[in-house]
């Protein structure tokens, strides 16, 4: 933030939502919030010295930075990481820290939470293997003990049974030659998981057709 300087306000209007326009007899415009102008009680012809601009003006952008971060959270939770990146765009760290501190402070905020709602997703709903699971969880901004923490539940379960389910349900119909077995094993390995599972896989859905 560059360092503000004060003077007298010459104009004083609503400029959009709930922005107003405070125009300084500097030529300065300042965009701030509604709440805040209520707040001191700006009007025409008031006086701000540098300290007391520079007060508002981080107000100003504090409440807009928390108004910012409770508007993404109605749409859908973040990790503590994915949010202050988003806050970043817009506002100083020590601003977005503040307001990343206060959403984990009333809960709106629970990396824990997320995380394991993002887990059941990608490997529950998704389908993924733990290596995409995993990929796709630190690009959430979790960390790796976290995750590691998160997705042990599903180590214990066969990789290869989600495999068939996956080959069952959309690939099946590719598999006989080289070019459609390629196709299916580049997919699931797209997918998260490992080529000896794949292969396993693929070699008893041909052995049962063989069979056949």
Request: net charge negative; proline share 1%; charged share 35%.
């Amino acid at each position: 933030m560059n360092n503000p300087v004060g003077g007298t306000i010459c104009d004083l209007s609503k400029y959009k939502g709930k922005t107003w326009c405070v125009q300084l007899d500097s030529g300065e415009k300042l965009y701030l919030d509604e709440e805040i102008v209520y707040l001191h009680a700006l009007r025409a012809g008031m006086s701000l010295n540098d300290e007391m601009l520079e007060q508002i003006l981080y107000q100003s952008n504090l409440h807009r930075c928390r108004e910012r971060a409770l508007y993404l959270l109605s749409y859908r939770e973040h990790s503590s990481k994915e949010l202050t990146d988003k806050l970043l765009r817009g506002y100083d760290a020590d601003i977005a820290q503040q307001v990343v501190d206060k959403m984990e402070e009333i809960g709106l905020l629970d990396d824990m939470r997320y995380g394991r709602t993002l887990a059941k997703s990608l490997i529950e709903h998704k389908k993924f293997g733990l290596q995409r699971a995993s990929y796709e969880m630190r690009n959430k901004g979790l960390d790796r003990e976290l995750i590691e923490e998160l997705l042990a539940p599903y180590e214990e379960q066969d990789p290869r049974d989600a495999i068939r389910e996956i080959v069952q349900r959309k690939y099946v119909r590719y598999l006989g030659d080289l070019k459609g077995n390629q196709k299916v094993i580049g997919a699931l390995a797209r997918m998260g998981y490992r080529y000896d599972d794949i292969k396993a896989v693929i070699r008893d859905y041909m052995e049962e057709e063989e069979d056949y």
